[in-house]
């Protein structure tokens, strides 16, 4: 059975720009969430995915879009880059509901300058 | 807002029990109460969730106050490889963790 995985481990990016990141979830999981963690700060929820809708949104401005696909992978696109926006982002997939437990990838660590 | 309340940090000799508590006094009565452990430059890895009774399994014990106001995280023998910082999250109900600081476990042999 494969984890999460992440893509890429890291990336730096100029003020301004776009980027992509990319999670392939674990097999059978259906659920994608997504999380910013600053340095030194716990995660924070941007947006979760089920059957390729989102499923909630934390407190993130649009800039911050994202995208399920039919094998439930998902991506992660931050448009306008800022330097606030330098962090870990992390993806964990999941079945649905509260009661099932998240499993996480090794994270994009995206440093804009 | 993270809406739980955990020490900053714990300190444990190896081989010792670790009660780890924390404080959800707003907790509604469909959320769950999560456990999540994040090593050093590692994504954060589930330890263990309940919404009632106590839980346990083969990493920890999840004590959960019978007002569910409150629970306790128990290692039952720390090891070096538990030092963590450790996250008690109420979990909604679709699933959205709300990570707090957390508390970080240090571990002395």
């Known amino acids: 059975e494969t984890g999460v995985t992440q893509s890429p481990t890291h990336l730096i990016k100029t003020r301004g720009q776009q980027v992509t990141l990319r999670c392939s979830s674990q097999s059978g999981h259906n659920t994608v969430s997504w999380y910013q963690q600053a340095l030194g700060q716990g995660p924070q929820f941007i947006f979760q995915?089920?059957?390729?809708?989102?499923?909630g949104r934390g407190n993130f401005p649009p800039r911050f879009s994202g995208l399920q696909f039919p094998n439930y992978s998902s991506e992660l696109n931050v448009n306008a880059l800022e330097l606030d926006d330098s962090a870990l982002y992390l993806c964990?997939?999941?079945?649905?509901?509260?009661?099932?437990?998240?499993?996480f990838g090794p994270g994009t660590r995206l440093t804009v300058t | 807002d993270a809406k739980t309340t955990q020490p900053n940090s714990m300190e444990s000799n190896e081989e010792e029990p670790v009660h780890l508590p924390c404080n959800h006094s707003?907790?509604?009565?469909?959320?769950?109460i999560h456990w999540y452990r994040q090593l050093p430059s590692q994504g954060p890895e589930y330890v263990i969730h309940?919404?009632?009774s106590n839980v346990n399994n083969r990493m920890a014990s999840l004590a959960i106050a019978e007002d569910r106001k409150s629970s306790t995280l128990i290692l039952h023998r720390a090891t070096l490889r538990d030092a963590a910082v450790y996250y008690c999250?109420?979990?909604?109900?679709?699933?959205?963790?709300?990570f707090g600081a957390g508390t970080q476990v240090v571990v002395t042999p």
């Open positions: 309940g919404l009632t």
């Open positions: 999250i109420r979990a909604d109900s679709w699933g959205k963790l709300q």
């Open positions: 707003t907790i509604s009565g469909t959320d769950y």
């Open positions: 995915y089920y059957r390729e809708e989102e499923n």
């Open positions: 964990a997939s999941s079945s649905q509901g509260v009661a099932y437990e998240q499993y």
